[in-house]
């Protein structure tokens, strides 16, 4: 039995040329030397095995994917653009994504982060709106935008959401989105969900003069999920909201491409399987990455002050102390928004234990091109979701010009009791 020299795919001469796909990997060996776990890893991620073949010819071999930098347990790996279908994620994730963590060759793997080469980024449609379409539509410039998520979670009837929703807008919210896990259940079912409130965010706008917008989630299988989109175009919806991990990369590609001219909001629910253990699996800012490339023009990042789980930046940026960082310096370190060719910037949203108090500090972190969101920190309110609402926007208000929450709330009941109520 002839076994495959795994060393022969580490190459550190090697310079990546601009059109390699590039990996950048946390790798544990088990039983093995580095070079050999990460050759291994760019064998079986690209043309490679565990043996040799009698089938590989030259021209195959100069399309193995090369180890080009080994620096403590951190590998960068070059993969020649041919070796991947164009528009298709599932497919590259197969490669660079796939067999690799299973690997007993590895004790712990994790992708930490990609860069697309330009033949592939152009080949996918990113955003339709990105954050200026956003910020078009709801005729917001200059702060961050405020949401809500109608809670409780799961429970409400068609109607009970609605007028939750309409409380929350009256209040000041711009945008309220259904919770990841409500759909279509019998207790409340889509359909009617969306008619009631549609018909309750045509209220709130005329009442308060905004524009607001209601974010249904569509999330199903495939074929029912775009026939819900359809459903909230033809009745005036200007929203969709999908769960794109328990969805799926290739639905998402789907409603993409269904092209329903609708701004998409992408939450995260599940991703932390993937990404919590810092030594294993994938990691936030490379499904991040995915998620633009597809097309989503909000996506959850975390808050690093809220309730989950999350680094402070997690996407903004590659954790420092990993120098091997596949970002290019000279583009702003925010990935959302980094310069990709066709690809518009995303919004990014902070959501999950976020109340009035945190306010300061996310706007500090992430700047104005956010969408802060709460749930329980609306709903929560002593005085109701109106007066709830009303506190987030005053303590965006007091952020921006730069008075301290505690001032601003001597003359603005609801932030007072907020911040009586949660420290
Ligand atoms: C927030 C939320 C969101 C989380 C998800 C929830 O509600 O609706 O799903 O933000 O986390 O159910 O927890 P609260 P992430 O405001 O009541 O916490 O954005 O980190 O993926
Ligand atoms: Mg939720």
Request: net charge positive; glycine share 8%; with cysteine.
């Amino acid at each position: 039995m002839i076994k495959i020299s795994y060393i022969d795919f580490v190459n550190l001469k090697y310079k990546p040329k601009k059109s390699d796909l590039m990996c950048l990997f946390y790798v544990e060996p088990f039983q093995v030397s580095m070079k050999e776990a990460a050759g291994a890893v760019a064998a079986e991620s690209s043309v490679g095995t565990w043996t040799e073949l009698t089938t590989e010819t030259k021209r195959i071999a100069r399309m193995r994917a090369k180890v080009f930098e080994i620096k403590d347990n951190y590998i960068k790996v070059a993969y020649p653009a041919e070796l991947f279908e164009r528009e298709n994620m599932p497919e590259i994730l197969s490669s660079i994504a796939g067999n690799i963590f299973g690997m007993k060759i590895v004790k712990n793997l994790r992708l930490e982060d990609i860069e697309f080469p330009e033949s592939i980024i152009k080949s996918f449609k990113g955003p339709a709106f990105g954050i200026n379409g956003i910020r078009k539509l709801l005729n917001v410039k200059g702060r961050p935008l405020v949401g809500t998520i109608v809670k409780p979670k799961l429970g409400l009837n068609s109607k009970e959401h609605a007028k939750v929703a309409y409380d929350a807008w009256l209040g000041g919210c711009d945008i309220v989105k259904d919770d990841e896990n409500l759909s279509s259940q019998d207790f409340n079912k889509f359909r009617e969900r969306v008619m009631y409130t549609l018909i309750a965010r045509d209220k709130a706008e005329k009442e308060t003069g905004e524009k607001k917008a209601y974010l249904p989630n569509i999330t199903a299988e495939t074929e029912e999920m775009i026939d819900r989109a359809n459903f909230v175009r033809h009745n005036n919806g200007n929203y969709l909201m999908v769960d794109i991990i328990t969805m799926g990369w290739s639905a998402l590609q789907t409603v993409r491409k269904h092209n329903f001219k609708l701004p998409l909001h992408a939450h995260r629910a599940g991703y932390a399987a993937l990404s919590r253990n810092k030594k294993h699996g994938i990691s936030m800012l490379t499904i991040a990455k995915i998620a633009r490339l597809i097309g989503v023009d909000s996506l959850h990042i975390g808050t690093a002050v809220g309730k989950m789980e999350g680094p402070t930046k997690e996407v903004a940026e590659i954790e420092e102390e990993i120098e091997l960082s596949l970002i290019k310096k000279d583009q702003p370190s925010h990935i959302l928004e980094q310069k990709w060719y066709n690809i518009k910037p995303v919004m990014a949203v902070c959501s999950g234990g976020l109340y009035p108090t945190l306010v300061p500090s996310l706007i500090k972190m992430f700047g104005k091109n956010i969408i802060i969101q709460a749930g329980g920190g609306i709903h929560g309110h002593e005085l109701g979701t109106t007066a709830g609402a009303t506190a987030m926007r005053q303590a965006v208000e007091a952020s921006l010009k730069g008075i301290s929450l505690r001032e601003y709330a001597k003359n603005h009941k609801e932030l007072y009791i907020a911040l009586r109520q949660w420290h």
